[in-house]
């Protein structure tokens, strides 16, 4: 039989090969994986970019800039490294591609970055580009309804038989202390779509639906940073008149207030008395900051055609036309009052039908008996007025109660978003529909990724 050559070290040549493969198929493997991780940490950072360029949008600081240093802070900035590794960040305020292209209220975050490869490069491949997409939008508006942003001590006090219905609203209270939230006395309702603390609650917990989630996060003032206090006095743009002796409106017959310049503005040592009054349409400040505000009578503003009659005028909220009354020290609008009042729909205090400047210096946030309000406490008897209340409570440095029920056992309507210090309700019955939602104002986004 013929034998064959010397075979010998064919196995070594055959090992070397399979060796190369399999060098090279782990150069692939571990270079995708690397490729892999770093696509997922810029999708991260474009997700993170389109966000604050939509926060951007609806807080006019510009979506671009908020967009960019969004992606600075995730590691991202554009240019070329010192190995000669480029980054691009494209911040669009109105999304270039996808389906939401050229469409207002979105924005989109393009990100690309070159990885050095570790293997690959011995195949003549140094670098790979990893990129990303991401649109998000600032359309819809927050289900926040109520707000209470004191962090320390009870902040949030529901007393008694008070009825608290707000079904597609959330409530929230920022205090971390372990009674932040309390509910006494008996027999009362709170309905939202949700109730969080930041610390814990007490009392009779099972008033709530649904029960309140201790331990959230604390999250703060949600409106911090978007408004600038007016300018009045004698520095300032609008001169005060002093109303100490005088009041505002009369007891009888109806005033109508014009408003020529946008922002007037009412002076007194103690109390201002707001009674029977048309307000024009812009911001009213009340500079009265140990005194009180108290509304009486029948409070409308804006009308139509400015009249002068409360009982006839029709009231104007379609246009944007609206009011903000700016209270330095407390508030209270007394049982009985008509109120007609409605928020501006555009401008620097767009939604804000009240913006409470006081601080609360009182030992309990649930001062007692109607008419009981002092400098920071805005009292508001609710139960025992009609009319429309249709815009945003400002006030958080102040302290908001809602007193008695009065004889309306469904309780009234207002259409409001609440941002307030600390917040007791005594008793009464209230139904609240979230402002933003029904305006679709921009105070409280609702920031969401859609592509």
């Given at each position: 039989?013929?034998?064959?050559?010397?075979?010998?070290?064919?196995?070594?040549v055959?090992?070397?090969?399979?060796?190369?493969v399999l060098l090279g198929?782990?150069?692939?493997?571990t270079?995708?994986?690397?490729?892999?991780?770093?696509?997922?940490?810029?999708?991260?950072?474009?997700?993170s970019?389109?966000?604050?360029?939509?926060?951007?949008?609806s807080?006019?600081?510009?979506?671009?800039?908020?967009?960019?240093a969004?992606a600075?802070?995730?590691?991202?900035?554009?240019?070329?490294?010192?190995?000669?590794?480029?980054?691009?960040v494209?911040?669009?305020?109105?999304?270039?591609?996808?389906q939401?292209?050229g469409?207002?209220?979105?924005?989109?975050?393009?990100?690309t970055?070159?990885?050095?490869?570790?293997?690959?490069h011995?195949?003549?491949?140094?670098?790979?580009?990893v990129?990303?997409?991401?649109?998000a939008?600032?359309?819809?508006?927050?289900?926040?309804?109520l707000?209470?942003?004191?962090?320390?001590?009870?902040?949030?006090?529901?007393?008694?038989?008070f009825?608290?219905?707000?079904p597609?609203?959330?409530?929230s209270v920022?205090?971390?202390?372990?009674?932040?939230?309390?509910?006494?006395?008996?027999?009362?309702?709170?309905?939202?779509?949700?109730?969080?603390?930041?610390?814990?609650?007490?009392?009779?917990?099972?008033?709530?639906?649904?029960?309140?989630?201790?331990?959230?996060?604390y999250?703060?003032?949600?409106?911090?940073g978007?408004?600038?206090?007016?300018?009045?006095?004698?520095?300032?743009?609008?001169?005060?008149?002093?109303?100490?002796?005088?009041?505002?409106?009369?007891t009888?017959?109806?005033?109508?207030?014009?408003?020529?310049?946008?922002?007037?503005?009412?002076s007194s040592?103690?109390?201002?008395?707001?009674?029977?009054?048309?307000?024009?349409?812009?911001?009213?400040?009340?500079n009265?900051?140990?005194?009180?505000l108290?509304?009486?009578?029948a409070?409308?503003?804006?009308?139509?055609?400015?009249?002068?009659?409360?009982?006839?005028?029709?009231?104007?909220?379609?246009?944007g036309?609206?009011?903000?009354?700016?209270?330095?020290g407390?508030?209270n609008e007394?049982a009985?009052t008509?109120?007609?009042?409605?928020?501006?729909?555009?401008?620097?205090?767009?939604?804000?039908?009240l913006?409470?400047?006081?601080?609360y210096?009182?030992?309990?946030?649930?001062p007692t008996?109607?008419?009981?309000?002092?400098?920071?406490v805005?009292?508001?008897?609710?139960?025992?007025?009609t009319g429309?209340?249709y815009?945003?409570?400002?006030a958080?440095?102040?302290?908001?109660?809602?007193?008695?029920?009065?004889?309306?056992?469904?309780?009234?309507?207002?259409?409001t978003?609440?941002?307030?210090g600390?917040?007791?309700?005594q008793?009464?019955?209230i139904?609240?529909?979230?402002?933003?939602?029904?305006s679709?104002?921009?105070?409280?986004?609702?920031?969401s990724?859609v592509e």
């Amino acid at each position: 039989m013929r034998r064959f050559g010397d075979e010998s070290g064919q196995t070594l040549v055959m090992v070397a090969l399979s060796m190369a493969v399999l060098l090279g198929f782990a150069a692939f493997a571990t270079d995708v994986g690397v490729m892999l991780n770093a696509k997922r940490r810029v999708q991260s950072a474009a997700d993170s970019a389109a966000i604050a360029a939509a926060w951007g949008v609806s807080q006019n600081t510009g979506a671009v800039a908020t967009g960019t240093a969004a992606a600075t802070a995730n590691g991202y900035t554009a240019g070329t490294d010192a190995n000669g590794y480029a980054t691009t960040v494209d911040i669009e305020p109105t999304p270039i591609d996808g389906q939401f292209a050229g469409q207002s209220g979105y924005t989109e975050a393009i990100i690309t970055q070159q990885v050095p490869t570790f293997f690959m490069h011995m195949f003549g491949r140094d670098s790979a580009t990893v990129a990303a997409r991401a649109v998000a939008t600032d359309k819809g508006s927050s289900l926040n309804c109520l707000t209470a942003t004191k962090a320390t001590d009870t902040t949030m006090i529901f007393k008694g038989s008070f009825h608290v219905t707000a079904p597609g609203c959330a409530v929230s209270v920022q205090s971390s202390d372990p009674d932040a939230l309390q509910f006494t006395g008996g027999a009362g309702s709170l309905t939202a779509a949700s109730v969080s603390v930041v610390g814990g609650d007490g009392g009779q917990t099972g008033d709530s639906t649904p029960a309140p989630t201790t331990g959230a996060d604390y999250s703060g003032d949600p409106l911090a940073g978007q408004l600038t206090t007016p300018s009045y006095g004698p520095s300032g743009t609008t001169p005060c008149t002093d109303v100490s002796s005088t009041g505002i409106g009369t007891t009888g017959s109806q005033t109508y207030i014009p408003n020529p310049t946008g922002t007037v503005c009412y002076s007194s040592t103690g109390d201002i008395n707001l009674t029977n009054v048309n307000l024009a349409p812009g911001t009213y400040i009340f500079n009265n900051p140990t005194g009180t505000l108290v509304l009486g009578g029948a409070i409308n503003g804006p009308t139509t055609s400015g009249s002068t009659d409360p009982s006839t005028a029709s009231i104007d909220h379609s246009s944007g036309a609206g009011v903000t009354l700016y209270v330095l020290g407390g508030m209270n609008e007394t049982a009985g009052t008509v109120l007609n009042l409605y928020a501006p729909g555009s401008g620097s205090y767009s939604g804000i039908l009240l913006w409470g400047g006081g601080t609360y210096a009182g030992t309990s946030i649930c001062p007692t008996g109607t008419g009981n309000a002092g400098p920071g406490v805005i009292q508001l008897n609710l139960g025992n007025s009609t009319g429309n209340f249709y815009g945003i409570i400002y006030a958080p440095t102040s302290d908001l109660v809602f007193q008695d029920s009065g004889s309306d056992s469904a309780g009234p309507d207002i259409t409001t978003n609440i941002v307030v210090g600390t917040m007791c309700d005594q008793t009464a019955d209230i139904n609240i529909t979230s402002y933003t939602q029904a305006s679709g104002n921009g105070r409280f986004p609702r920031i969401s990724l859609v592509e």
